[in-house]
């Protein structure tokens, strides 16, 4: 069974890091793209940060040279590096499995609804305050 599992939301304030992580059964890791996005309420989810089947990476504009993703393969595990973090960054982040054959500007700018909720991790919060 397919399953992604984030975890390292929390609370920081204004300036403050956070690190989540994403462990992947290896079925759905290896060889796919993989992917962070986040969602608020009342908005649609969107495209954070990606690295593609070919290891190129992507990022949001909002947040080019702040985060930095990347993954250990031997630990079928996606991080995403949060530095320097905003209120506007506040959000539900979901790791997500685009799929294979994708180079990461194509896994960041996939449409949520085209994606398979089994390649969704359940999300973890990130909130940061003023």
């Known amino acids: 069974q397919v399953q992604l599992v984030e975890s390292g939301g929390g609370s920081v304030q204004t300036g403050g890091s956070l690190r989540l992580s994403c462990v992947a059964s290896?079925?759905?890791?290896?060889?796919?793209?993989m992917a962070w996005f986040r969602q608020t309420p009342g908005k649609e989810r969107e495209g954070v940060s990606a690295?593609?089947?070919?290891?190129?990476?992507a990022y949001a504009d909002s947040v080019k040279d702040r985060f930095t993703i990347s993954q250990d393969n031997a630990k079928s595990t996606l991080y995403l590096h949060m530095n320097n973090l905003k209120p506007e960054d506040t959000a539900m982040y979901y790791c997500?499995?685009?799929?294979?054959?994708?180079?990461?500007?194509?896994?960041?700018?996939?449409?949520?609804?085209?994606?398979?909720?089994?390649?969704w991790g359940q999300g973890t919060q990130v909130t940061v305050s003023s």
């Open positions: 997500v499995a685009p799929g294979p054959r994708m180079t990461a500007i194509q896994a960041l700018h996939a449409m949520p609804t085209a994606i398979p909720v089994a390649r």
């Open positions: 290896g079925y759905i890791y290896s060889g796919s793209s």
């Open positions: 690295i593609g089947s070919d290891g190129s990476t």
